[in-house]
């Protein structure tokens, strides 16, 4: 079993639509959980971190983590084009805190 | 702002040369990381620092090695390029445990 497993997309929503992306982990003792948004031939950026359980709302994106279940996602509300991107899941380690793993991402595209 | 800034976006070099890329990160993070990201195989960790001086290996360190001598400097040396270790590479920093890791731009290294 992967240590992050994230679904694996293409996933396309019209502008203005809801683009919902989950992910699931196997460490049950995992502390942090971040998303990282990463257009085609740049390096990861971060839009998200949760750490306990329930909603996190920044902007258009909002975060909701559910520990009993393993299982965190993102939401992008009035999904625009330059949210068209990869998405990857990524969960600390609970039992090594300096190993982040990440998911395989989901690729997101925003149709006009 | 956070700043993680890598010596080289593309590099190309020859099987077998002596191969360094360099990290440089401005906020004064105690931990840094190395990972090579390739198609299908996602982010992959080769080498963590959590002080100067000290090192980790991480999931994939086989043909490389790292120095770190001072706090903001951490480098990856390809001791004999081969042809496996064409990819994108990637650098990160993080103040502390469970904490986010802030990426560099990434070098694309292709060994010919």
């Known amino acids: 079993q992967k240590e992050v497993e994230q679904n694996s997309g293409p996933l396309s929503v019209p502008e203005g639509a809801i683009a919902s992306l989950n992910c699931t982990y196997s460490d049950r003792v995992s502390q942090s959980f971040f998303w990282y948004r990463q257009y085609s031939g740049k390096s990861p950026e971060l839009i998200m971190s949760i750490y306990s359980n329930g909603d996190k709302e920044d902007g258009r994106f909002t975060a909701q983590l559910n520990k009993a279940s393993q299982y965190v996602s993102l939401l992008i509300r009035d999904s625009q084009p330059s949210d068209s991107a990869t998405y990857l899941c990524?969960?600390?380690?609970?039992?090594?805190?300096?190993?982040?793993?990440f998911g395989a991402g989901t690729t997101v595209t925003v149709r006009a | 702002d956070v700043k993680v800034t890598q010596s080289s976006r593309y590099l190309v070099k020859r099987t077998g040369e002596k191969v360094f890329l360099e990290c440089v990160q401005d906020?004064?993070?105690?931990?840094m990381f190395w990972y090579r990201q390739d198609p299908g195989l996602g982010l992959r960790l080769i080498y963590f620092?959590?002080?100067?001086?000290?090192?980790e290996k991480g999931d994939i360190p086989e043909g490389y090695s790292v120095s770190r001598e001072k706090k903001e400097r951490f480098s990856l040396i390809l001791e004999s390029a081969s042809t496996n270790q064409t990819s994108m590479y990637l650098c990160?920093?993080?103040?502390?445990?469970?904490?986010?890791?802030?990426f560099g731009p990434g070098t694309r290294l292709t060994v010919l």
């Open positions: 620092s959590y002080d100067v001086k000290m090192k």
């Open positions: 906020m004064d993070h105690e931990n």
């Open positions: 990524a969960v600390n380690s609970g039992s090594n805190d300096y190993k982040l793993s």
């Open positions: 990160a920093s993080r103040q502390g445990s469970y904490n986010e890791q802030f």
